[in-house]
């Protein structure tokens, strides 16, 4: 079932149910009262990621309190996605759009991954885990990304298990089509890794090829960015071999 766009949506982190009420914290309150400017008995959108998706109306039972009664679900809640979302952080900017256009495409966890080239990094993650949930209020997501700590490019791979193969971009390969690589994989247990704007070191690059659940992919002739690599990755995946298809 289809989202619908014509109604806002907000994610609550709350149990969902004919009549269950949500009472909104301070951000929400302000978000729905002040920014929407939202009145008595509008309807919207909620979700939790567990419960489905619910219609509910705001009632304001003073002027400083919003209680949001879920009447009726609209659609129910999907499986999860179960595609690793690996990324060598970037730049503040362009580290959110990537993290937005991962939870579009359908990563089901983000893992930020440190690179001996990175240029970014993680100070704050419940910044990331924030704007994951606003990306899934705004493309119609159901299903929230699990959001998992920072971890070093080798320690990862050193305890990685063998049943998830690694789709890694390799600016390196010699190719120009990732399909007849990745028509080859069989596993239905996948992560993508893309690295950072300066790409992988050889090293890396070694070590990753070395392994037996990894495959290498290229990304067609063009030199692309690293945010721009990992949104026709995750397409490319996504129509091939993933739940597009």
């Given at each position: ?149 920072p971890v070093k490019l080798f320690d990862l791979l050193d305890t990685w298990p063998s049943d998830r193969r690694i789709i890694y971009c390799?600016?390196?390969?010699a190719g120009q089509n990732p399909l007849p690589l990745l028509s080859k994989i069989s596993e239905r247990q996948l992560a993508l890794l ?22 290498a992919i290229p990304l067609g002739p063009r030199i692309l960015r690293a945010d721009t690599a990992a949104v026709a990755a995750m397409a ?10």
């Amino acid at each position: 079932m289809r989202a619908n766009f014509r109604m806002q949506r907000l994610f609550v982190d709350a149990p969902l149910a004919t009549g269950a009420t949500v009472e909104t914290t301070g951000d929400h309150f302000n978000y729905l009262a002040n920014v929407l400017r939202m009145t008595d008995g509008a309807e919207l959108l909620v979700f939790n990621g567990r419960d489905g998706e619910w219609k509910a109306r705001l009632t304001f039972p003073t002027r400083k309190r919003i209680v949001v009664v879920a009447e009726e679900q609209t659609r129910p809640q999907p499986a999860a996605s179960d595609l690793h979302y690996l990324f060598a952080p970037l730049k503040v900017g362009r580290l959110d759009y990537l993290v937005q256009k991962a939870v579009e495409m359908g990563a089901g966890l983000l893992r930020p991954v440190m690179t001996q080239h990175v240029q970014g990094k993680i100070t704050n993650l419940d910044k990331l885990k924030a704007n994951v949930i606003e990306a899934a209020e705004q493309c119609g997501i159901l299903d929230i990304p699990d959001v998992a700590e920072p971890v070093k490019l080798f320690d990862l791979l050193d305890t990685w298990p063998s049943d998830r193969r690694i789709i890694y971009c390799d600016e390196g390969d010699a190719g120009q089509n990732p399909l007849p690589l990745l028509s080859k994989i069989s596993e239905r247990q996948l992560a993508l890794l893309v690295g950072p704007e300066g790409g992988f070191s050889e090293e890396e690059r070694a070590r990753l090829r070395g392994l037996d659940f990894v495959t290498a992919i290229p990304l067609g002739p063009r030199i692309l960015r690293a945010d721009t690599a990992a949104v026709a990755a995750m397409a490319v995946i996504q129509a091939s071999i993933g739940d597009w298809n």
